[in-house]
């Protein structure tokens, strides 16, 4: 306790204030034997005068030789004010380190969340760099793992933006380069000479460094690359304390590039698969018009339970073969049994001028596989001869072809039979049927008839609406059928829900008449 009066002179010092203020005898000015803050503190204090608010809450806090203190004052009955000094050095020290885990903390919680709420992998890049940067050191560089001697680098100056650059070196140069990126623990910053860092380490705009830290980008399974922390040459070095924090980061910055980068391989994989399994573009084949569409039963997915196919004949004048079919179910699922089956269908090419044979060794083969599940199946050979085309349909419990007459008669081919892989023995018939120039043969799922919408919205779309809009399309060429039926459909449904729908279209070119020049000698017909 420090007793000081109205006039700013010592009154009394106690045994515990003596060691802190050796000087303070009485009737020192305070001002000689008293820090600034507690001279100044008193001066306020005694300035307010004796009619003055009490001294509660007029406390003061400053260092005394190396030391924080609160001076808490009470005011006597003289005038005089006893400073009670209370030492809250660790207090304080307790309270700096809480505010600076506190603001780790949600440094790396926001970091977290920026990191792993991408999964772009420049993306990722630029943010490690960027925040790294902005927090950590003065210049931040991410590095991913080496193609070759090829290094993919991302380089941020702090208040810059991110660029990205590939430099050609061999990482083991690099001391702790090497190690990081082959996810080793990191070697400590006062193991790494500033001044052997390489041209390309070092941004042009940042001047000599004076403290580098190199850790790795843990990754799930194997290392997400490597960052890259500078600090310029008259700033502080990297202390211990700031390296483990760094590896803190750097975990989570390696968790958000290695998910993007799983993403990014995974996402690759199923493009590819779904490429495969998508329905192909059709066109003309051997003097035959081909035209199919397709729509999944969601918007957002591009595969589902129906599939279609044509196979060119293998020489010239014979059939082509279409498939049409439709798993039970959709989705993925659905699509990886269409994928199974249009490989079998693919392997059984061979025997394709028999149907029956066809369906029932792809029965057997269903059958024979892990999947529960069953589909329906139509067959077409197509061949042009002459001016028409020939056909050959053979349904497997899938909805019979309908052809369509240049008159405007749909007709239904006669061809019915059991479904595929739901039993051991099937059974089905083949009818044939001609195209007259201008004239289709439409195959369709049931996914169109049983479009369910209307102005009521419970209303199945049908095939006998089927039917009369086919009616409307004769002498349509196939992509035009095509495109018809499905906007007939879709405006049925009106954004409901619905069943994967697949169409596909045979049509027999018309013919144009043809003559000679001047119109002297007999014209042709060509398609």
């Not at 924080?68 to 005089?80: L, N």
């Not at 008449?513 to 002297?520: D, E, I, K, Q, T």
Request: with cysteine; hydrophobic share 45%; net charge negative.
């Amino acid at each position: 306790m420090l007793i000081a009066d109205a006039r700013g002179a010592v009154v009394r010092c106690n045994d515990a204030a003596e060691p802190l203020l050796p000087a303070a005898a009485p009737g020192t000015p305070l001002a000689d034997v008293a820090p600034d803050w507690l001279r100044d503190a008193h001066a306020e204090l005694c300035s307010l005068g004796p009619h003055a608010a009490p001294a509660a809450g007029r406390s003061a806090a400053g260092d005394i030789d190396g030391r924080h203190f609160e001076a808490h004052p009470t005011v006597r009955d003289d005038g005089s004010v006893a400073w009670w000094l209370v030492d809250d050095t660790d207090l304080q020290l307790v309270r700096t380190a809480l505010r600076r885990e506190r603001e780790r903390s949600a440094f790396l919680a926001k970091a977290s969340t920026v990191l792993l709420s991408s999964l772009n992998l420049e993306r990722c890049m630029d943010a490690t760099a960027r925040m790294a940067a902005e927090s950590l050191a003065d210049a931040a560089l991410v590095i991913a793992p080496a193609r070759g001697q090829r290094l993919p680098v991302v380089t941020c100056v702090r208040g810059g933006e991110p660029g990205t650059t590939t430099v050609t070196v061999v990482p083991d140069s690099v001391p702790g380069l090497g190690e990081a990126l082959r996810g080793f623990p990191p070697v400590p910053s006062r193991w790494i000479d500033p001044g052997a860092a390489p041209a390309w380490m070092v941004p042009e705009s940042m001047g000599p460094v004076g403290s580098i830290v190199i850790t790795p980008l843990p990754g799930h399974g194997v290392p997400a690359g490597a960052l890259i922390l500078l600090r310029k040459a008259e700033g502080s070095v990297f202390s211990e304390e700031e390296e483990i924090f760094a590896r803190l980061f750097a975990a989570r910055a390696g968790a958000g590039m290695s998910a993007a980068r799983l993403y990014a391989e995974q996402s690759s994989i199923s493009d590819l698969l779904m490429r495969e399994l998508l329905p192909p573009a059709l066109h003309r084949i051997s003097g035959v018009d081909f035209a199919g569409g397709y729509r999944p039963s969601a918007d957002h997915e591009r595969i589902g339970g129906d599939f279609y196919d044509v196979h060119p004949a293998a020489d010239e004048g014979d059939a082509s073969l279409v498939l049409l079919g439709d798993v039970c179910g959709k989705g993925l699922e659905a699509a990886v049994l269409t994928g199974r089956i249009r490989n079998t269908l693919h392997a059984l090419l061979p025997l394709a001028d028999d149907h029956q044979r066809m369906l029932g060794l792809l029965n057997t083969s269903m059958l024979s596989s892990h999947h529960t599940r069953f589909a329906t199946m139509v067959l077409a050979s197509a061949v042009r001869r002459g001016s028409s085309v020939e056909l050959k349909l053979t349904s497997g419990g899938h909805p019979s072809p309908l052809i369509v007459r240049t008159d405007g008669t749909v007709e239904v081919a006669a061809t019915q039979g059991t479904l595929i892989g739901a039993i051991p023995t099937i059974a089905c018939t083949t009818v044939t049927a001609s195209l007259a120039p201008g004239e289709s043969c439409v195959l369709y799922t049931d996914g169109i008839t049983e479009a369910k919408g209307g102005p009521m919205g419970d209303e199945l779309f049908g095939e006998e609406r089927l039917r009369r809009a086919l009616a409307g399309c004769a002498g349509m060429p196939a992509e035009g059928v095509v495109e018809h039926v499905q906007m007939l459909a879709g405006q049925w449904l009106g954004g409901r829900p619905h069943d994967d729908m697949a169409v596909v279209v045979i049509s027999a070119p018309r013919t144009h008449h043809l003559s000679a020049v001047n119109g002297h000698t007999r014209g042709r017909f060509t398609a």
